[in-house]
Nanobody, 129 residues
Framework: QLQLVESGGGLVQPGGSLRLSCVASGMSLDDYAISWFRQAPGKEREGVSRISTSGEATAYADSVKGRFTTSRDNAKNTVYLQMNDLKPEDTAVYYC??????????????????????WGQGTQVTVSS
């Protein structure tokens, strides 16, 4: 069983930066593509970023493109979401989720609509002055 734990959230002023971490335990992350999602109060959950098992391929929602960067360190069983130039509309609970990608290729990642296999508990990000 794969367990995911997010950290790094907090309160930041507009224009500031945060780096979220998603640390896995119980199994290796090597065979899992990782997505980041977020959910703001009263809104539906939305996909933010995706990264393939190798880290060679990434994708972002239009709303965060150019500001957010996802990366991974498989040796540390950790995936990151670097968030720069944060805006009040980025306020949400951020979740990482894993999709087993064994056999799909090192540059493959799932659509955000795919049923991901494992989820973290989330970390709150609040952008406010």
């Amino acid at each position: 069983q794969l367990q995911l734990v997010e950290s790094g959230g907090g309160l930041v002023q507009p224009g500031g930066s945060l780096r979220l971490s998603c640390v896995a335990s119980g199994m290796s992350l090597d065979d899992y593509a990782i997505s980041w999602f977020r959910q703001a109060p009263g809104k539906e959950r939305e996909g933010v970023s995706r990264i393939s098992t190798s880290g060679e391929a990434t994708a972002y929602a239009d709303s965060v493109k150019g500001r957010f960067t996802t990366s991974r360190d498989n040796a540390k069983n950790t995936v990151y979401l670097q968030m720069n130039d944060l805006k009040p509309e980025d306020t949400a609970v951020y979740y990482c989720a894993a999709y087993e990608a064994l056999g799909y290729g090192s540059r493959w990642y799932p659509l955000w609509t795919y049923e991901h296999h494992y989820w973290g508990q989330g970390t709150q990000v609040t952008v406010s002055s």
